[in-house]
């Protein structure tokens, strides 16, 4: 069964940078979208980034200018390079591998920016 591990979250002050990210342990195919989504406390969870198989990349704007996500299709990897942070970054980060016909979540990675 694959597994998406995150990595690279942590404690980080306002204006700093924190790259994320997320391995698959196991063999995927194809992946068609993958992203990072992230949920902040008392908060739905929110697509950050996404990145698709032919290129297309897509932000939210909060993070827009700020973030940037890129994938390794050989390592069945994605991360996201995260700068400029700001305390409403604050949240647990996941990833997320979109296969076609089904969805595989992270655990997450909690990312707080203290200002």
């Known amino acids: 069964q694959v597994q998406l591990v995150e990595s690279g979250g942590g404690l980080v002050q306002a204006g700093g940078s924190l790259k994320l990210t997320c391995a698959a342990s196991?063999?995927?195919?194809?992946?068609?979208?993958m992203g990072w989504f992230r949920q902040a406390p008392g908060k739905r969870r929110e697509l950050v980034a996404s990145?698709?198989?032919?290129?297309?990349?897509d932000y939210a704007d909060a993070v827009k200018g700020r973030f940037t996500i890129s994938r390794d299709n050989a390592e069945n990897a994605v991360y996201l390079q995260m700068n400029n942070l700001k305390p409403e970054d604050t949240a647990v980060y996941y990833c997320?591998?979109?296969?076609?016909?089904?969805?595989?979540w992270g655990r997450g990675t909690q990312v707080t920016v203290s200002s």
């Open positions: 997320n591998f979109y296969v076609g016909t089904y969805t595989i």
């Open positions: 196991g063999n995927i195919f194809s992946v068609n979208v």
């Open positions: 990145a698709t198989s032919g290129g297309i990349r």
